[in-house]
């Protein structure tokens, strides 16, 4: 395999590893902030909105970067290989 593209490969993963912890380790500490009122439903929604938002811009980069024809694509990549 090629430096570059083992490069490409590992960014990937690192910034996929990177949404997924915030999505499921993140999310449920929030969660329990709002049942004992230590933050507001609007700050967990917004919180909320900017991760999805934040996802969704890394696969959209991903389908611009490498010529995907879809966003999830990348995440195919990921999972089954090229």
Same mark, same amino acid.
């Given at each position: 395999m090629?430096?570059?593209?083992?490069?490409?490969?590992?960014?990937?993963?690192?910034?996929?590893?990177?949404?997924?912890?915030? $999505?499921?380790?993140g999310?449920?500490?929030?969660?329990?902030?709002?049942?004992?009122?230590?933050?507001?439903?609007?700050?967990?929604?917004?919180?909320?909105?900017?991760?999805?938002?934040?996802?969704g811009?890394?696969?959209?980069?991903?389908?611009k970067?490498?010529?995907?024809?879809?966003? $999830?694509?990348?995440?195919?990549?990921?999972?089954?290989?090229?």
């Amino acid at each position: 395999m090629e430096a570059r593209t083992m490069v490409r490969a590992a960014v990937k993963v690192y910034r996929f590893k990177l949404g997924i912890g915030l $999505l499921w380790m993140g999310q449920p500490h929030l969660h329990v902030l709002v049942s004992f009122n230590s933050i507001s439903k609007e700050f967990f929604l917004a919180s909320t909105v900017g991760l999805l938002t934040w996802i969704g811009i890394a696969l959209w980069s991903d389908t611009k970067v490498y010529g995907y024809s879809s966003p $999830l694509m990348s995440l195919k990549e990921l999972f089954l290989g090229s």
